[in-house]
């Protein structure tokens, strides 16, 4: 079966502006993850969210970030006002319960200018 | 604060040798263990998951191994070959919703 994907891969924008990046996991998968990865880093862990309603939001480094899955299935991960040093690779996983075995998506590379 | 270390941060073999790869981590009270590569610009791909209470898993040419009471896993990659030239990731979850703690991983090339 498809496996989770993440759109768009690349996205490039301007330093102040809105963007958002989006997350389909795999089919019947009630867990999801938003991490993200600086170059020569290991991801970091942004939130988790079980079914519609996210679990824990500990990870979010500030209020410029949001994420919604507002159906259980499709999540949002939303950033304001961007800034440079938001400049990563966002990263979805989904699992099928929050002990299960997470897959990854293929990542959006995010690019502040 | 859960700490992930992986030592070293690359490591160079020929082909056919077994790769040994290590994770340590400094809080025992972990719920489980996966394993990961990373192919340059790409994302995870899951290649073992160790729950806490299992001490090994193996599929195929890998097999990692859990000792929990020393903080450590050990990822072993029988006859390397150079498809399996990639960063290797070992991630660890602390509490019941599963986010990870990753290492920076360990970054393996495999020479023909």
């Known amino acids: 079966g498809a496996g989770v994907s993440q759109t768009p891969s690349n996205k490039v924008t301007e330093k102040g502006k809105y963007v958002e990046l989006r997350c389909d996991p795999i089919?019947?998968?009630?867990?999801l993850y938003w991490y993200r990865q600086s170059l020569g880093q290991g991801p970091e862990f942004l939130i988790y969210?079980?079914?519609?309603?996210?679990?824990?939001d500990s990870g979010l480094p500030n209020d410029r970030f949001f994420a919604v899955r507002p159906e259980g299935s499709v999540s949002t991960l939303k950033i304001q006002r961007t800034e440079r040093g938001d400049s990563a690779v966002y990263l979805c996983?989904?699992?099928?319960?929050?002990?299960?075995?997470?897959?990854f998506g293929p990542g959006t590379r995010l690019t502040v200018l | 604060k859960q700490e992930v270390t992986q030592i070293p941060a690359a490591l160079s073999v020929p082909e056919g040798e077994n790769l040994v790869l290590n994770c340590s981590f400094t809080d025992s009270a972990i719920y489980n263990l996966q394993w990961f590569r990373q192919d340059p610009g790409k994302g995870l791909t899951s290649l073992l998951l160790i729950q806490s209470s299992q001490r090994e898993q193996t599929s195929g040419r890998l097999n990692a191994s859990l000792d929990k009471s020393s903080g450590r896993s050990t990822l072993y990659i029988a006859a390397s070959q150079p498809g399996d030239s990639a960063t290797y990731l070992c991630?660890?979850?602390?509490?019941?919703?599963?986010?990870?703690?990753f290492g920076a991983g360990t970054q393996v090339v495999v020479t023909p």
């Open positions: 969210f079980q079914g519609t309603g996210a679990a824990d």
């Open positions: 991630a660890v979850s602390t509490d019941s919703w599963g986010k990870f703690q």
């Open positions: 996983a989904s699992s099928l319960g929050s002990r299960a075995e997470q897959f």
């Open positions: 089919s019947g998968h009630t867990a």
